[in-house]
């Protein structure tokens, strides 16, 4: 009997592969925010997904402030020409405002931070002064209102300072800090079933420090989803390893979708006799796709089963992260409720020629910095074989070669996806 010639991921022109773009906006129309909430604490609101509004419930400023240290006067005071001298009426601290009623005609020595007090409304910088402790003599070259924060001016009472769907950050845990907000709703954590599989692996846990047998790998896919799911801040549930059989695949497949919102796989989607996962998917749910026009990670697999969403990744270490990355991160973002999901891409300059025939998107491995003449620039790691698990450590962006390019010469302008810590 002759044996089928199954594609491989060198053929640019295999026929039935999905367009990467296609594969987004399918994704992007499956994939919905959980409607699940949770209220926490501010601190536990890092790299959660806001669920609700958040309103100031205060001005920002609380109060009308001077904003450089100097002396606080009323415009009214100030000499049209040449220079008056005006009694002082006390001292303003940030945080310890004037408790005596200011006299008019008189000025106010105050501090950064210091609230205004009632009749003032300019504040001339101390190195724009004359001073005792007594007195002090001013010109009328400051413009009225000049170095004063008015209550309100950054935040009024009732304002929204957070939208639902952001992905907050340090900065917002201290903005609503700054507010006096200590608790908020958030999208509740997706959970995410993972596992690998093939008869060539072995566990970490169980095989560490030993040597493997001829044919044998650790397994380092479960690992690497571990830590990219981790950082994601998921409730993470690890199925181990699955055996390459019908049965085994099927009852991962049923523990999974009975606990989880989405399930990642690495390995066993491609079309060899022992790749079970795509059969079962099909069997057990429905397949979107399955095979994209990129490379890496042509065996590409998205469906679902029951209520979870499902992605096989591939097998090869490096192309499991680039499709994590590229698909898997930002249907998560999805599920999470975050309104941007998809990477940053900025433009940088080639350092080197890079091989690529038209066909398919393709993610190289690159090093993203900025040259002598201060241009950005983006050379390539070195080899780019999707077994190169090292090369993902040395690189910090994927180079993203759209699928109508062909060769890059040094000098074009590429686009990449910084990873900005993914990694």
């Known amino acids: 009997m002759a044996i089928e010639k199954l594609p491989s991921c060198d053929d640019v022109n295999e026929d039935g592969l999905l367009p990467v773009a296609t594969a987004r906006a399918q994704l992007a129309h499956r994939i919905k925010a959980l409607k699940k909430y949770e209220r926490v604490g501010v601190r536990e609101s890092l790299d959660r997904v806001c669920a609700d509004p958040v309103l100031s419930p205060i001005n920002v400023p609380a109060y009308t402030n001077s904003a450089m240290d100097g002396y606080a006067v ?6 049209a020409s040449g220079e008056r001298t005006l009694p002082l009426g006390g001292t303003v601290w940030a945080g310890r405002p004037l408790q005596a009623q200011l006299p008019a005609g008189h000025a106010v ?13 300019t504040v001339i910088i101390q190195e724009h002064v004359n001073a005792s402790e007594t007195e002090v003599t001013i010109d009328g070259l400051t413009p009225a209102g000049r170095n004063v924060r008015k209550a309100g001016e950054d935040i009024l009472a009732g304002e929204e300072v957070i939208a639902p769907g952001t992905l907050l950050s340090p900065a ?7 507010l006096g907000v200590s608790t908020l709703n958030v999208v509740q954590r997706p959970r995410v079933a993972f596992f690998s599989t093939g008869d060539e692996l072995r566990a970490l846990e169980t095989h560490a420090g030993q040597t493997l ?29 699955v055996p390459d059989d019908q049965d085994a695949t099927r009852e991962a497949f049923k523990q999974a979708a009975s606990c989880a919102d989405l399930i990642i796989s690495s390995g066993g989607v ?13 069997e057990m749910g429905d397949v979107s796709f399955w095979k994209l026009a990129m490379r890496p990670g042509r065996p590409l697999a998205f469906g679902q089963v029951g209520d979870a969403h499902f992605f096989g990744l591939p097998g090869n270490p490096v192309a499991v992260m680039v499709t994590f990355y590229e698909f898997v991160k930002p249907a998560l973002l999805r599920l999470m409720g975050a309104t941007q999901t998809e990477p940053l891409t900025v433009s940088a300059k080639s350092h080197t020629a890079i091989r690529k025939s038209p066909g398919r998107v393709e993610y190289q491995r690159g090093i993203l910095e900025t040259a002598a003449d201060g241009q950005t620039i ?15 450590c040395q690189a910090n962006c994927l180079i993203v070669l759209p699928p ?20």
């Open 213 to 241: 047998g001829d044919g044998e790998l650790f397994d380092s896919n479960r690992h690497t989803l571990f830590a990219m799911l981790a950082r994601m801040g998921v409730e993470l549930i690890d199925m181990g390893l």
């Open 270 to 282: 491609s079309a060899g006799a022992a790749d079970f996962v795509s059969d079962t998917l099909a």
């Open 378 to 392: 983006v050379k390539l790691t070195g080899k780019q074989g999707a077994g190169r698990l090292s090369s993902m």
């Open 172 to 178: 917002h845990v201290g903005l609503m800090a700054s």
């Open 109 to 121: 020595r105050i501090m950064t931070g210091g609230m205004m007090p009632a009749g003032t409304d």
């Open 74 to 79: 009323s415009a009214s005071d100030m000499p």
């Open 404 to 423: 109508e390019r062909g060769e890059i010469q040094a000098g074009d302008i590429v686009q990449v996806h910084p990873f900005f810590g993914l990694v």
